[in-house]
């Protein structure tokens, strides 16, 4: 038996698969594959909805079949590897991204799907290179362009990352989102002033959450136009006054600004949102030192250190007190966070600078 219009009936198919009416695709396709057990297509696209409804196992069945059926189809391989992918079969899925390249070296989505697998198994190199790949091979696709971006950022590779948002941006100029992840990458590059107009211009279309304004007043402060950061700090503040991040965000913005009692009601109203706040407890040990209340600065890092024992900072600033500051078993935590492996330059300068403070104190020269 022989569908005449099959081919119209999977073209009504797709059309229901791209508007999201699954019910209605697999419809189509099933009544295609009645008529034509073998249709290849419909079959790859049956197993295309299951794949998509999280049924990998019936995916897989279906894909394979049309695989068989027709072995040199980019687009089959690409879709079997992502149901391989979701099944764990890394490896297998890896075989399959490579057999759609294969067939088709210039197949955009199969690099970008390449890049997700290769990063799942944990070969972030390769997966930056898959990622490029697909970028290179589309360059007006923003979805390609975001994943990259998110994939790009991952590996810390933030100059990338910016390129990528920003082409992904410009495809869709109309996301905010895009735009605000365009500016942590650039903010993250040191680019301040390229990330400011990217974060106003995520404001402007609207992004939805904090995230954006949080971002452009950091920039601000980085700038050190700390007046313009304070204004907009207050205003953000203002809006949601029980956020515990944004109220201590104002606080350090109100403080560079040199408005003391403001930063200061910020920080306490950031911690009778969240008690335990450490960067608005942090604020309020750095108020106190500045007004030359040692007692209170000094209570408030042993507040952060009873929240966070491996605060370094703490520790750095706790080293300027004296007698009042570290103590024995301070100076004991600080040698031991030494020793891991993975802490950054300048947090290890913190605590050598701490530790020789201490060592001076106690009439350690040499050793200091």
Same mark, same amino acid.
């Given at each position: 038996?022989?569908?005449?219009?099959?081919?119209?009936?999977?073209?009504?198919?797709?059309?229901?698969?791209?508007?999201?009416?699954?019910?209605?695709?697999?419809?189509?396709?099933?009544?295609?594959? #009645?008529?034509?057990?073998?249709?290849?297509?419909?079959?790859?696209?049956?197993?295309?909805?299951?794949?998509? *409804?999280?049924?990998?196992?019936?995916?897989? %069945?279906?894909?394979?079949?049309?695989?068989?059926?027709?072995?040199?189809?980019?687009?089959?391989?690409?879709?079997?590897?992502?149901?391989?992918?979701?099944?764990?079969?890394? /490896?297998?899925?890896?075989?399959?991204?490579?057999?759609?390249?294969?067939?088709?070296?210039?197949?955009?989505?199969?690099?970008?799907?390449?890049?997700?697998?290769?990063?799942?198994?944990?070969?972030? *190199?390769?997966? @930056?290179?898959?990622?490029? /790949?697909?970028?290179?091979?589309?360059?007006? $696709?923003?979805?390609?362009?975001?994943? &990259?971006?998110?994939?790009?950022?991952?590996? #810390?590779?933030?100059?990338?990352?910016?390129?990528?948002?920003?082409?992904?941006?410009? &495809?869709?100029?109309?996301?905010?989102?895009?735009?605000?992840?365009?500016?942590?990458?650039?903010?993250?590059?040191?680019?301040?002033? &390229?990330? #400011?107009?990217? =974060?106003?211009?995520?404001?402007?279309?609207?992004?939805?959450?904090?995230?954006?304004?949080?971002?452009?007043?950091?920039?601000?402060?980085?700038? %050190?136009?700390?007046?313009?950061? !304070?204004?907009?700090?207050?205003?953000? !503040? $203002?809006?949601?006054?029980?956020?515990?991040?944004?109220?201590?965000?104002?606080?350090?913005? !109100?403080?560079?600004?040199?408005?003391?009692?403001?930063?200061?009601?910020?920080? %306490?109203?950031?911690?009778?949102?969240? *008690?335990?706040?450490?960067?608005?407890? @942090?604020?309020?040990?750095?108020?106190?030192?500045? /007004?030359?209340?040692?007692?209170?600065?000094?209570?408030?890092?042993?507040?952060?250190?009873?929240?966070?024992?491996?605060?370094? $900072?703490?520790?750095?600033?706790?080293?300027? =007190?004296? %007698?009042?500051?570290?103590?024995?078993?301070?100076?004991? /935590?600080?040698?031991?966070?030494?020793?891991?492996?993975?802490?950054?330059? $300048?947090?290890?300068?913190?605590?050598? =600078?701490?530790?020789?403070?201490?060592?001076?104190? @106690?009439?350690?020269? #040499?050793?200091?």
């Amino acid at each position: 038996m022989t569908v005449p219009d099959s081919g119209n009936l999977l073209q009504d198919g797709i059309a229901h698969h791209r508007a999201g009416r699954a019910d209605a695709a697999a419809d189509c396709y099933r009544r295609i594959l #009645e008529a034509e057990p073998e249709n290849a297509d419909a079959l790859h696209l049956i197993g295309v909805l299951s794949l998509q *409804a999280a049924d990998w196992d019936v995916a897989a %069945e279906y894909i394979e079949h049309a695989i068989a059926i027709s072995e040199t189809a980019p687009a089959f391989h690409d879709h079997l590897a992502v149901v391989r992918r979701n099944q764990g079969r890394l /490896k297998d899925a890896e075989t399959e991204h490579r057999r759609a390249l294969e067939l088709d070296p210039g197949f955009a989505s199969a690099y970008n799907n390449l890049a997700t697998t290769l990063r799942q198994d944990g070969r972030t *190199a390769e997966a @930056v290179r898959a990622a490029l /790949k697909a970028m290179e091979t589309a360059p007006n $696709d923003p979805v390609i362009a975001q994943n &990259a971006g998110i994939l790009f950022m991952e590996a #810390e590779a933030f100059a990338r990352a910016a390129v990528a948002f920003g082409q992904a941006a410009s &495809a869709n100029p109309e996301s905010a989102t895009l735009r605000e992840k365009q500016g942590i990458a650039l903010f993250r590059t040191g680019q301040l002033d &390229a990330a #400011e107009a990217a =974060f106003r211009e995520a404001v402007r279309l609207g992004a939805t959450g904090l995230n954006a304004r949080r971002w452009l007043i950091e920039t601000l402060l980085v700038l %050190e136009r700390v007046e313009e950061a !304070a204004v907009a700090a207050r205003e953000l !503040a $203002d809006s949601c006054p029980d956020d515990a991040r944004i109220q201590a965000l104002y606080g350090v913005a !109100a403080m560079r600004a040199g408005e003391t009692d403001a930063a200061a009601a910020a920080c %306490e109203r950031a911690l009778a949102a969240d *008690a335990g706040h450490v960067p608005a407890i @942090v604020g309020l040990a750095v108020i106190a030192a500045a /007004k030359g209340d040692t007692r209170g600065a000094v209570r408030r890092y042993r507040e952060v250190l009873v929240l966070d024992p491996d605060n370094v $900072d703490a520790y750095g600033n706790l080293a300027a =007190f004296g %007698e009042d500051g570290l103590t024995n078993a301070d100076a004991e /935590k600080i040698a031991g966070l030494f020793g891991w492996q993975a802490l950054a330059e $300048d947090l290890r300068a913190t605590l050598a =600078f701490a530790l020789a403070h201490y060592l001076r104190r @106690v009439g350690e020269r #040499e050793a200091a």
